[in-house]
T-cell receptor, first 110, second 115 residues
Framework: KNQVEQSPQSLIILEGKNCTLQ??????????LRWYKQDTGRGPVSLTI?????NTKSNGRYTATLDADTKQSSLHITASQLSDSASYIC?????????FGAGTRLTVKP | NAGVTQTPKFQVLKTGQSMTLQCAQD?????MYWYRQDPGMGLRLIYY???????DKGEVPNGYNVSRLNKREFSLRLESAAPSQTSVYFC??????????????FGDGTRLSIL
């Protein structure tokens, strides 16, 4: 069983709508959690990082939350744009390794 | 500002053939990584190099070898390709092994098909 589980696997929304992506993890001990955006045919690009003491962090229209007690994170996208169509990958770092989720494939339709 | 450059972008091999995937970064990063990405799975670490002159196995090293040629370049070699190695391969770099809060910077991948 993967130590980082993301849901949903895929999501289709209309342009301008909001959405929330989920990440649950079992990695322990915990160092940080990062969200990456991966456009089709490209490598992942970091959106935001959260450490143990942070529970909310924003990057433009992207807002990440972290609940270290329940080991859950979410990525909320506000007022979606066509360019938000991509895979979003949750990565959790422990002391000596990083574990990648399988990603959520988001499609934004006009 | 190129970042992380991978070559080739696409490659088709026959079972048993060998090839080397090239990766170079221009950010003066100390650490470099090779991952594979398969459908429905997260990226899995094949090998990494925490600093120039060192390499270590990751989660799925079997069938691969690596060379940290210098600080900029980190290559991945398949000695005898197998269909199970069909995947998208990503190279990444990070400033240093000591600060886990630094992001990894990824190349755009090599799409490898083995027939």
């Amino acid at each position: 069983k993967n130590q980082v589980e993301q849901s949903p696997q895929s999501l289709i929304i209309l342009e301008g709508k909001n959405c929330t992506l989920q990440c649950n993890y079992t990695v322990s001990p915990f160092s940080n959690l990062r969200w990456y955006k991966q456009d089709t045919g490209r490598g992942p690009v970091s959106l935001t990082i959260m450490t143990f003491s942070e529970n909310t962090k924003s990057n433009g229209r992207y807002t990440a939350t972290l609940d270290a007690d329940t080991k859950q994170s979410s990525l909320h996208i506000t007022a979606s744009q066509l360019s938000d169509s991509a895979s979003y990958i949750c990565v959790v770092s422990g002391n000596n390794d990083m574990r990648f989720g399988a990603g959520t494939r988001l499609t934004v339709k006009p | 500002n190129a970042g992380v450059t991978q070559t080739p972008k696409f490659q088709v091999l026959k079972t048993g053939q060998s090839m080397t995937l090239q990766c170079a970064q221009d950010m003066n990063h100390n650490s470099m990584y090779w991952y594979r990405q398969d459908p429905g799975m997260g990226l899995r670490l094949i090998y990494y190099s925490a600093s120039e002159g060192t390499t270590d196995k990751g989660e799925v090293p079997n069938g691969y070898n690596v060379s940290r040629l210098n600080k900029r370049e980190f290559s991945l070699r398949l000695e005898s390709a197998a269909p199970s190695q069909t995947s998208v391969y990503f190279c990444a770099s990070r400033e240093g092994p000591g600060d886990r809060n630094q992001p990894q910077h990824f190349g755009d991948g090599t799409r490898l098909s083995i027939l």
